[in-house]
T-cell receptor
Framework: AQKVTQAQTEISVVEKEDVTLDCVYETRDTTYYLFWYKQPPSGELVFLIRRNSFDEQNEISGRYSWNFQKSTSSFNFTITASQVVDSAVYFCALSEGINTGTASKLTFGTGTRLQVTL | DVKVTQSSRYLVKRTGEKVFLECVQDMDHENMFWYRQDPGLGLRLIYFSYDVKMKEKGDIPEGYSVSREKKERFSLILESASTNQTSMYLC????????????FGPGTRLTVL
């Protein structure tokens, strides 16, 4: 069965600190996709990134970066120079059901709440 | 711009009532999903639909049903609401059978008294 583990329930940092959110996944699929979503206090999940299992290159987008390592089944997310606006719950998710003829479903982790203070 | 809307942000119902949660997407997406979100449990899939009138159970379908009569609209139905269905309900849509990105609505916080 698919599983996504976000062991960090809650993280508190001071603005301008770097912070890494961990994500470990389990799957028997050889082809799969990983996602990160942000849920600010308003409640709506905002898509951040999608990465397929064949692409292990790290990705950087502004202050955000992602480190995908198949050898350790991890897809970690780093925020550099954190800001108060980064305060949110962050979810990691794993796709399943590829090419079944129906929709591909996502398995979500339990989320990490990030609190950035001044 | 991608847009998923949900009929209510907050809803309060009584035990035993029939409850309808509506979701509409304007992106012509084939797939639509209903999740519930509870503290410490993350998002759990209730039902999903990959085409009009087609539906499949997710991980926690008990106590819920769904309806998709039109491509853009996906309804979640609580036939007889119970207090353990108090939760945040999130609707999402995606483009096709490949693992395309799911886009989410703002959520409906349902309280069953």
């Amino acid at each position: 069965a698919q599983k996504v583990t976000q062991a960090q329930t809650e993280i508190s940092v001071v603005e301008k600190e770097d912070v890494t959110l961990d994500c470990v996944y389990e799957t028997r699929d050889t082809t799969y996709y990983l996602f990160w979503y942000k849920q600010p206090p308003s409640g709506e999940l905002v898509f951040l990134i999608r990465r397929n299992s064949f692409d292990e290159q790290n990705e950087i987008s502004g202050r955000y970066s992602w480190n995908f390592q198949k050898s350790t089944s991890s897809f970690n997310f780093t925020i550099t120079a954190s800001q108060v606006v980064d305060s949110a719950v962050y979810f990691c998710a794993l796709s399943e059901g590829i090419n079944t003829g129906t929709a591909s479903k996502l398995t979500f982790g339990t989320g990490t709440r990030l609190q950035v203070t001044l | 711009d991608v847009k998923v809307t949900q009929s209510s942000r907050y809803l309060v119902k009584r035990t035993g009532e029939k409850v309808f949660l509506e979701c509409v997407q304007d992106m012509d997406h084939e797939n639509m999903f209903w999740y519930r979100q509870d503290p410490g449990l993350g998002l759990r899939l209730i039902y999903f639909s990959y085409d009009v009138k087609m539906k499949e159970k997710g991980d926690i379908p008990e106590g819920y049903s769904v309806s998709r009569e039109k491509k853009e609209r996906f309804s979640l139905i609580l036939e007889s609401a119970s207090t353990n269905q108090t939760s945040m309900y999130l609707c999402a849509s995606s483009r096709d059978s490949l693992p395309d990105t799911q886009y989410f609505g703002p959520g409906t916080r349902l309280t069953v008294l």
